[in-house]
């Protein structure tokens, strides 16, 4: 019988290997996933992120973070032509926008900035 060639009962006979190379890639996936990380890993830097990175989390363009900025309500640090914030100062700032509706019942954030 061929490694790919299905069987009467459902099943599908592949080689050991394969199976060990889906586990770890799945195993990979998890961890980046369960971390907040995403493919683009140049964007976050420790505990940093790029402003790229933020705009495109946030939706929001250059000019909103621009204002934040010299306003004083956004920390930054700037390497070159590249503006990092501190992902705790994002979450700041999306925990201090937060609208407050009495009729929600209080429930833990889903999604974290990465």
Not at 78 to 83: A, E, R
Request: hydrophobic share 35%.
């Amino acid at each position: 019988m061929d490694a790919n060639e299905k069987r009467e009962d459902g099943f599908i006979i592949i080689p050991k290997e394969w199976l060990q190379a889906i586990s770890q890639k799945q195993d990979r996936i998890l961890s980046l996933l369960e971390n907040g990380h995403h493919a683009n890993t140049e964007d976050c830097i420790g505990d940093y992120v790029s402003e790229e990175e933020a705009k495109r989390q946030l939706g929001r363009k250059a000019t909103w973070f621009w204002n934040l900025r010299t306003s004083g309500e956004l920390p930054f640090a700037k390497v070159g032509k590249k503006i990092f914030y501190l992902k705790s100062d994002i979450k700041l700032l999306i925990d201090r926008n937060m609208k407050k509706d009495p009729n929600r019942e209080a429930r833990p954030i889903l999604s974290k900035v990465a």
